[in-house]
Nanobody, 119 residues
Framework: QVQLVESGGGLVQAGGSLRLSCAASGRTFNNYKMRWFRQAPGKGREFVARINWSDDSTYYADSVKGRFTISRDNAKNTVYLQMNSLKPEDTAVYYC????????????WGQGTQVTVSS
């Protein structure tokens, strides 16, 4: 079955950049919408970015537009989140999500990776 593993988180100063990776094992990401969410301590899980399978269209939360870029490498079964101009308010655990309306495992989550942005 598909499993998602996030990596690339860490500690970075404000204004810096990080690239998160979400690698799939067990099966490919074919026909999945891929999404990134984040959750800060004591807060709800917040949508960050999405990339569709059919047309590679993307959508971003207003809070990250112009700073974050989601992309995918189908050959490597990996989705990326390039995060530039990071702000302290970007500090959160970032989760990768795979979602599709049909088939098995319609909604799959990774374990999360911590991103901490210092002032």
């Amino acid at each position: 079955q598909v499993q998602l593993v996030e990596s690339g988180g860490g500690l970075v100063q404000a204004g810096g950049s990080l690239r998160l990776s979400c690698a799939a094992s067990g099966r490919t990401f074919n026909n999945y919408k891929m999404r990134w969410f984040r959750q800060a301590p004591g807060k709800g899980r917040e949508f960050v970015a999405r990339i569709n399978w059919s047309d590679d269209s993307t959508y971003y939360a207003d809070s990250v537009k112009g700073r974050f870029t989601i992309s995918r490498d189908n050959a490597k079964n990996t989705v990326y989140l390039q995060m530039n101009s990071l702000k302290p308010e970007d500090t959160a655990v970032y989760y990768c999500n795979a979602n599709r309306p049909f088939g098995e495992q319609r909604d799959v989550w990774g374990q999360g990776t911590q991103v901490t942005v210092s002032s």
